[in-house]
């Protein structure tokens, strides 16, 4: 084969592959044994064979996780907006870090498009950003942010002689929170979970009382992250009071808003769930989640001024690589970003929104609310399905209601693991309050009502299967 004719029998491929995965089953699963044998990954081959290549491909796609599946509802993500899928392979076409103006040139001002956007949205006037990636690594920058914003001393001194620190988070914050304390020396016992009141969001009395304690104590709580959407269950903290306790404290209210905070595009939603946005000192989105950008896809902002995250991050000496911009401007996006090379996730994004605009991704999570809660009706009016909380958001909790005898945590493991393993579908789990549930998620422009009454129902068949194997029914 001709190295021109690759791209044709690519699109040849990817084509196919477009067309099909709505299809059949979610994916052909094979256990990792079967798996590896069935891919021959020792095969040799001779070098330069696209032969062979292609061969790979195929094995790839033949066991690859349909993701656009309307059966697949296990993540945060599902499929990818075509306008992005667009933008992620031009960039691999053009293979180039978005790390300078000079290498990166139309990236670097999309990203600069992309960041003032999405200011103005939040409300952050005179703020500043960048695209990260992903909301693990924003948190954890999020939260140096505000280490080095209350002792500016640290990036030289590190933490020797400093007062303890302390972060506090939602109980059911996500795990990056933890990983943050880790690599910022702050150590996982510096970071403190505030337990949830009934509807997952920080108990307020619990947060200020742990704020009097660390300060009566001597230590520092300078940094609190609200998490708009928990991962589990979906619950919005709300800002208005932890903005009260912020002028007591004097913390850094960051909000951790990778998964709900896409709701920012309605106003009508970013009215009911994040009032006072625009008062928090940081923000983060992903938009490879709820909004569909291809993997991955972050923004992080400042509610501070346009050189802040420059200061916070900039180290160690960068001559051979940035060049300064016109009276001090930022010219490389590389000088606030803690990697070298960056991927050029800002093209997914810019094709994105332009395709769609504001309305149309405003449109697109009022439709995944509104068939969420379509989802929670269902579920609360079939007799074998039950809601393990009330949904607060965009997380549906529930799980098969077996019969008393039988424990409903295994039952409901095993009943997840056969639909796997079936191809039939495959939800999520997590525990709340110490109980296991199935979390429907809804994350893909292909699922409507009929998916959803379709994917109940297959919980129900499978559910109903496993009872009658137990029973020794046939
Ligand atoms: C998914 C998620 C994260 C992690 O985001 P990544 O982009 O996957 O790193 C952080 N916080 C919350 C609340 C999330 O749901």
Redesign the pocket.
């Known amino acids: 084969m001709e190295q021109d004719n690759i791209f044709e029998r690519l699109l040849q491929l990817v084509t196919r592959y477009t067309h099909d995965r709505g299809q059949g089953t979610f994916i052909d699963y094979l256990d990792p044994d079967d798996l590896r044998q069935r891919l021959h990954l020792e095969d040799e081959r001779g070098r330069g064979d696209w032969e062979a290549l292609f061969a790979w491909v195929e094995r790839y796609l033949a066991h690859a996780v349909k993701t656009s599946h309307p059966a697949y509802l296990n993540r945060?993500w599902a499929g990818a907006n075509l306008p992005s899928v667009v933008g992620e392979m031009i960039a691999a076409i053009t293979n180039t870090s978005a790390c300078t103006f000079e290498t990166a040139p139309v990236s670097t001002l999309m990203e600069k498009y992309l960041l003032q956007t999405m200011l103005d949205l939040v409300g952050f006037a005179g703020g500043c950003g960048q695209m990260t990636?992903?909301?693990?690594?924003?948190?954890m920058i999020a939260m140096m942010a505000a280490r080095n914003d209350l002792l500016p001393a640290i990036k030289q001194q590190g933490l020797f002689g400093c007062p303890e620190l302390f972060a506090l988070v939602n109980a059911d914050?996500?795990y990056?929170m933890d990983r943050a304390a880790n690599i910022l020396g702050l150590g996982t016992n510096h970071l403190l979970k505030i337990p949830v009141d009934d509807h997952g969001r920080m108990h307020i009395p619990a947060l200020e009382e742990r704020l009097a304690e660390i300060s009566s104590a001597g230590g520092r709580p300078f940094f609190v992250a609200a998490?708009a959407?928990?991962?589990v269950r979906g619950a919005y903290d709300s800002l208005p009071p932890l903005l009260a306790l912020r002028e007591r404290y004097r913390f850094w209210l960051h909000v951790?808003g990778?998964?709900?905070g896409a709701v920012l595009f309605s106003d009508r939603l970013k009215r009911h769930f994040l009032p006072a946005l625009e008062q928090a000192d940081s923000f983060t989105l992903?938009f490879?989640?709820m909004l569909g950008t291809a993997l991955?896809c972050?923004v992080l902002l400042f509610n501070r001024r346009p050189t802040f995250l420059r200061e916070v991050c900039s180290a160690g000496d960068e001559s051979y690589i940035f060049r300064e911009g016109e009276g001090g401007e930022i010219r490389d996006l590389g000088t606030l970003s803690l990697q070298c090379g960056r991927r050029v996730d800002s093209l997914k994004w810019f094709l994105d929104w332009k395709f769609y605009g504001r309305a149309g991704l405003a449109e697109r999570v009022e439709r995944y609310l509104e068939l969420c809660r379509y989802a929670e009706d269902r579920v609360g009016h079939h007799p074998d399905l039950e809601l393990v909380v009330p949904r607060e958001s965009f997380n549906v909790c529930f799980r098969f209601r077996p019969p008393g005898d039988v424990p409903a945590e295994p039952f409901n493991k095993a009943l997840r693991e056969r639909m796997h393993r079936t191809g039939r579908a495959l939800v999520g789990t997590g525990y709340v309050n110490g109980q296991l549930v199935l979390r429907l998620l809804i994350t893909n422009i292909n699922v409507g009502k009929p998916e959803i009454d379709h994917f109940l129902e297959t919980v129900v068949t499978t559910g109903r299967e496993l009872l009658a194997e137990r029973s020794g029914r046939p």
Do not use: L
């Open positions: 945060m990636t992903g909301s693990s690594n924003a948190n914050a996500h990056s998490t959407g928990t991962t951790d990778a998964w709900g992903d490879h989640k991955m972050n």
